[in-house]
């Protein structure tokens, strides 16, 4: 029988196609480290890895498996930059902090690449994305932030694409033009963070599923990290749970919220097929984005952020197939056969938040749509951190980054509400 993850909705075909994955045991007793990461997504094994290779004792625990959150169940899409694009970024932050953030973003872009082929880990990279404009009044700033991208940011690979040019590369009718990216691209995120793993405890790193952090607190220097069946001492802390924290942390919990995506798995749809033949990954204009891309053996995998009824995998498949059939008609009765779904941590801004919430203790997630580059990333530079070079880190730390309103009462029932407005705006 096909493992399930106890806390996300449906099997992937990420974890279909996966192979074995490497099972770690369950924390039994109490230890002591010089670092306890919570949480087993790309943040935490990001960290554990480059810790454990620089000589740190680190301690890492999951509550479910590795990859059961986020980061092994999301649309694979890499990006560039930040959630908020560079031009939107100096319009806030001014040119010199926002080139920082961008720079920052493009680190981290060649890093994970280059951590993965150093690695021997074969994510399935793929390259090429194309951000599309599903309505005629956004197709001009699709074409002022390629000529943006080019004149003043030095970034040579994002291209104008018009409406001609769009349907070919997409393969249908429904989108009036936009940009393509040729200097990212998108991955098999899963077999990232299995690989990941494998480092970190290859490294030394000491590695825990299935171990649920149940309380966190700071005494004489000193971190402590309850779970059922133990307790963890550490110099210091990462809290890398992102949308899946729930109250565990109440600064954490107040700056990033979890917002559910779904995605649906095609059958294979053949070489002769007209869906993508470039390959490319594809965002759209939406608020409530929708994102799709090809896989190595020809599936499309058509993911969308609103929140359905249940989390059932039947529930899911309804509505998924509805928007593959807005996009490609032709696909109206494709079979789907993985529905799946889970859920994103984003945050006002759409920008990380790392914060030190306590003495000695640093939480990072609230990546907001990014989190295949910036999340492993992160990781690195909290391990840089660590080693006693704070500069780059700070980057991220120095964002201003509000709480939600309505405190955690009311902040789940008002973003619903602004989600809805911005889904009936998106379909006007």
């Given at each position: 029988m096909a493992y399930t993850s106890p806390i996300s909705p449906g099997l992937s075909w990420y974890e279909a196609s996966v192979g074995e994955?490497?099972?770690?045991?369950?924390?039994?007793?109490?230890?002591?480290?010089?670092?306890v990461v919570v949480g087993g997504g790309f943040t935490g094994l990001s960290a554990a890895a480059h810790l454990a290779k620089a000589g740190v004792d680190v301690v890492l625990i999951e509550g479910a498996r590795f990859g059961d959150g986020a980061s092994g169940r999301n649309g694979?899409?890499?990006?560039?930059?930040?959630?908020?694009?560079?031009?939107?970024?100096e319009a806030r932050l001014g040119w010199t902090r926002a080139k920082a953030l961008f720079d920052l973003a493009e680190e981290g872009k060649a890093e994970l690449l280059e951590f993965a082929e150093a690695h021997g880990i074969e994510i399935d990279y793929v390259p090429g994305q194309m951000s599309v404009a599903h309505k005629r009044a956004f197709v001009e700033d699709h074409r002022r932030y390629a000529d943006y991208m080019g004149a003043r940011?030095?970034?040579?690979?994002?291209?104008?694409?018009?409406?001609?040019?769009?349907?070919?590369?997409?393969?249908?009718?429904?989108?009036?033009?936009?940009?393509?990216?040729?200097?990212?691209?998108?991955?098999?995120p899963l077999k990232l963070v299995v690989g990941t793993a494998r480092v970190a405890a290859?490294?030394?790193?000491?590695?825990?599923?299935?171990?649920?952090a149940l309380g966190l607190e700071t005494s004489g220097g000193e971190v402590r990290v309850r779970t059922a069946r133990g307790t963890i001492e550490a110099d210091k802390a990462l809290i890398a749970v992102n949308a899946y924290g729930g109250d565990f942390e109440p600064k954490t919990a107040a700056h990033v919220m979890p917002i559910g995506s779904f995605i649906?798995?095609?059958?294979?749809?053949?070489?002769?097929?007209?869906?993508?033949?470039?390959?490319?990954?594809?965002?759209?204009?939406?608020?409530v984005?929708?994102?799709?891309?090809?896989?190595?053996?020809?599936?499309?995998?058509?993911?969308?952020?609103?929140?359905?009824?249940?989390?059932?995998?039947e529930d899911i498949e309804a509505p998924i197939r509805r928007q593959i059939a807005e996009v490609y008609p032709q696909l109206k009765d494709v079979e789907l056969t993985h529905c799946w779904g889970g859920y994103v941590g984003i945050t006002v801004p759409r920008a990380p938040y790392v914060r030190e919430v306590m003495p000695n203790v640093v939480s990072a997630g609230g990546y907001s749509g990014h989190g295949v580059m910036l999340s492993?990333?992160?990781?690195?530079?909290?391990a840089e951190a660590v080693a006693g070079n704070r500069d780059r880190l700070k980057l991220l730390e120095d964002l201003k980054i509000p709480a939600?309103?309505?405190?955690?009462?009311?902040?789940?029932?008002?973003?619903?509400?602004?989600?809805?407005?911005?889904?009936?705006?998106d379909r006007l």
């Open positions: 994955r490497p099972a770690y045991p369950a924390l039994e007793g109490d230890v002591r480290a010089d670092v694979g899409q890499i990006g560039t930059g930040h959630r908020q694009s560079l031009p939107e970024l940011a030095g970034y040579p690979h994002v291209s104008f694409m018009d409406a001609a040019e769009t349907a070919e590369r997409l393969g249908s009718q429904r989108y009036h033009g936009g940009t393509r990216d040729t200097g990212t691209g998108h991955i098999h290859a490294a030394g790193a000491r590695l825990h599923e299935t171990t649920k649906g798995a095609t059958v294979p749809l053949g070489a002769d097929s007209s869906v993508l033949p470039g390959g490319e990954s594809v965002d759209d204009s939406r608020f984005v929708r994102y799709f891309r090809r896989t190595r053996d020809g599936r499309l995998l058509f993911g969308g952020r609103e929140v359905y009824a249940s989390g059932r995998a492993n990333f992160t990781g690195k530079l909290y939600f309103p309505g405190g955690r009462r009311l902040r789940a029932p008002l973003l619903f509400l602004a989600l809805s407005w911005y889904a009936l705006k």
